[in-house]
């Protein structure tokens, strides 16, 4: 069986791979440049672009389970080609799809979700992997510059996201499910700068952004209006989802969630 992974070398869609290889699967990536993928040597990398449907009929082609996204292109915007994707997954023979939701309802859900795959829902709450976007102001300015300090979220582990994903593609008994996936524990951004600091072992300052001030940042850097306008509802005022820690990661992979600390220590690097 050959699994396709898009988003492949993203966040989560590198540990999806990465997953499905330990699971002994073959793997097929799909990347709109092959050549900057930097995957292992036995995955099948393959272009194409999900907003551009008519470039995706090589990688789906005898497929039998996908792990989607629900945003495409630089901006992130929310894909509009759910039906065009999930059509040429159906002709090619794929029977199962796990959709990785991006905090709102789309295109993709819902073509997948009224289709005959056998689908499954991957609800992160947040990636730890986005602490990232605070890497270059902690090493030049040991500091960070974010709204909503003291709102907390059970942000999980993007590696227990694609183990996850990958158990759902491998194993029967998922379809129509959907699953929250969240850490072991809800911390608000102050906290997760603690964490940094003492795990690098440097002083740092937490500097909080009027809603205003990100909402600028945001759109400076490049992001659709739409994706602003979710990243300012969810960080203000987050659904109890969002920070109610659940034992999915566990019950599914049979390992507990990875903490923070353990994310901090993996990618220390980063920020020192």
Do not use: C
């Not at 959709?99 to 009224?114: I, R, S, Y």
């Amino acid at each position: 069986m050959t699994f396709l992974v898009t988003g492949a070398t993203g966040k989560a869609g590198r540990h999806v791979v990465d997953h499905l290889l330990q699971a002994g699967q073959q793997v097929r990536a799909l990347t709109r440049d092959p050549a900057k993928a930097d995957l292992p040597p036995q995955v099948e990398v393959v272009a194409g672009d999900l907003t551009a449907p008519e470039t995706l009929a090589p990688a789906f082609d005898g497929v039998t389970g996908v792990h989607l996204l629900t945003v495409g292109g630089d901006d992130y915007a929310t894909l509009r080609t759910g039906p065009d994707i999930v059509a040429l997954a159906l002709k090619s023979g794929v029977r199962r799809a796990t959709v990785l939701w991006n905090g709102q309802l789309g295109p993709v859900e819902e073509a997948v979700e009224t289709s005959e795959l056998a689908w499954t829902r991957l609800q992160p709450v947040d990636f730890m992997g986005n602490t990232l976007g605070w890497a270059e102001s902690i090493r030049t300015e040991d500091s960070v510059r974010e709204p909503f300090g003291d709102v907390p979220a059970a942000m999980v582990h993007e590696a227990d996201v694609g183990a996850v994903a990958a158990t759902v593609l491998v194993e029967p008994g998922h379809a129509g499910k959907i699953y929250t996936l969240t850490g072991p524990e809800a911390l608000t951004p102050r906290r997760r700068l603690d964490i940094i600091a003492a795990v690098i072992d440097r002083a740092l300052r937490f500097d909080e952004l009027t809603e205003e001030q990100a909402r600028a940042r945001w759109k400076q850097a490049g992001h659709a209006d739409e994706l602003i306008d979710l990243l300012a509802a969810w960080q203000s005022d987050p659904p109890p989802e969002a920070y109610t820690v659940v034992p999915t990661v566990e019950n599914l992979t049979g390992r507990p969630a990875r903490s923070f600390s353990e994310w901090v220590h993996g990618h220390a690097a980063h920020f020192s």
